[in-house]
């Protein structure tokens, strides 16, 4: 089973939607094989990598509420990710551009380890609070992952991948993706935002059983 899923690092409807889907799995089968695929987007391709801006601060500007609104929409994310496992610290995130994060998981991809890539970067962003975009950070994950160092800092420097990742920024356009994350199970089925588990159960369970019709 094929899934493509745009989604952005610094998303948290991305990391728990990641984790929605993985609940989903599990309880549709103990044995679900998914080929996850993961395309690149950016909320803010414009985004400085480094700023002395809290992302309440960033949020409240952005839509043009006060940071009082920024905080309870935090507040409400974490309780989101606390119901899945997942442990968002609000207060230590680095807002950051995204884009070498991004020229990495394409590196990655090529190593089967583009999922294992992607949880070390969420947990990263979102957990330990880590400028997501510093080489020295970016390389520690490659290694982690098994990407050689010479190869980790030639990927973030933009010299590979700068290609692949606008390609996968293209696609979206042309599927009219303005959001993410975005889905889409063996090219056909396509599910927009963190949906719930048991939308992810239904989805999943239809491409199985026409998997399974197809093979008899």
Same mark, same amino acid.
């Given at each position: 089973?094929?899934?493509?899923?745009?989604?952005?690092?610094?998303?948290?409807?991305?990391?728990?939607?990641?984790?929605?889907?993985?609940?989903?799995?599990?309880?549709?089968?103990?044995d679900l094989?998914?080929?996850?695929?993961?395309?690149?987007?950016?909320?803010?391709?414009?985004?400085?990598?480094?700023?002395?801006?809290?992302?309440?601060?960033?949020?409240?500007?952005?839509?043009?509420?006060?940071?009082?609104?920024?905080?309870?929409?935090?507040?409400?994310?974490?309780?989101?990710?606390?119901?899945?496992?997942?442990?968002?610290?609000?207060?230590?995130? @680095?807002?950051?551009?995204?884009?070498?994060?991004?020229?990495?998981?394409?590196?990655?991809?090529?190593?089967?380890?583009?999922?294992e890539l992607?949880?070390?970067?969420?947990?990263?962003?979102?957990?330990?609070?880590?400028?997501?975009?510093?080489?020295?950070?970016?390389?520690?994950?490659?290694?982690?992952?098994?990407?050689?160092?010479?190869?980790?800092?030639?990927? %973030?420097?933009?010299?590979?991948?700068? @290609?692949?990742?606008?390609?996968?920024?293209?696609?979206?356009?042309?599927?009219?993706? @303005?959001?993410?994350?975005?889905?889409?199970?063996?090219?056909?089925?396509?599910?927009?935002?963190?949906?719930? %588990?048991?939308?992810?159960?239904?989805?999943?369970?239809?491409v199985l059983?026409?998997? @399974?019709?197809?093979?008899?």
């Amino acid at each position: 089973m094929n899934i493509k899923i745009w989604s952005d690092i610094a998303c948290p409807f991305c990391y728990i939607g990641k984790k929605h889907l993985e609940i989903a799995a599990e309880k549709v089968s103990k044995d679900l094989q998914m080929d996850v695929e993961w395309m690149s987007f950016q909320l803010d391709p414009n985004a400085a990598e480094s700023t002395d801006k809290s992302i309440y601060e960033l949020l409240a500007q952005k839509y043009g509420h006060d940071l009082e609104w920024a905080h309870n929409m935090n507040d409400n994310m974490v309780q989101m990710g606390e119901k899945v496992g997942l442990e968002f610290d609000m207060d230590a995130l @680095q807002p950051t551009n995204t884009l070498k994060a991004h020229l990495l998981l394409h590196e990655a991809k090529g190593l089967g380890k583009q999922t294992e890539l992607k949880d070390l970067l969420f947990e990263a962003y979102f957990v330990k609070g880590q400028n997501i975009s510093e080489e020295a950070i970016l390389i520690s994950l490659a290694e982690e992952v098994g990407i050689d160092t010479d190869r980790a800092k030639e990927v %973030v420097e933009g010299k590979v991948h700068a @290609q692949e990742v606008q390609d996968d920024i293209l696609l979206a356009q042309r599927y009219g993706i @303005q959001g993410v994350p975005f889905f889409i199970i063996n090219d056909k089925y396509a599910l927009s935002g963190a949906q719930p %588990v048991e939308a992810f159960e239904q989805a999943l369970t239809k491409v199985l059983e026409e998997q @399974q019709e197809a093979s008899v």
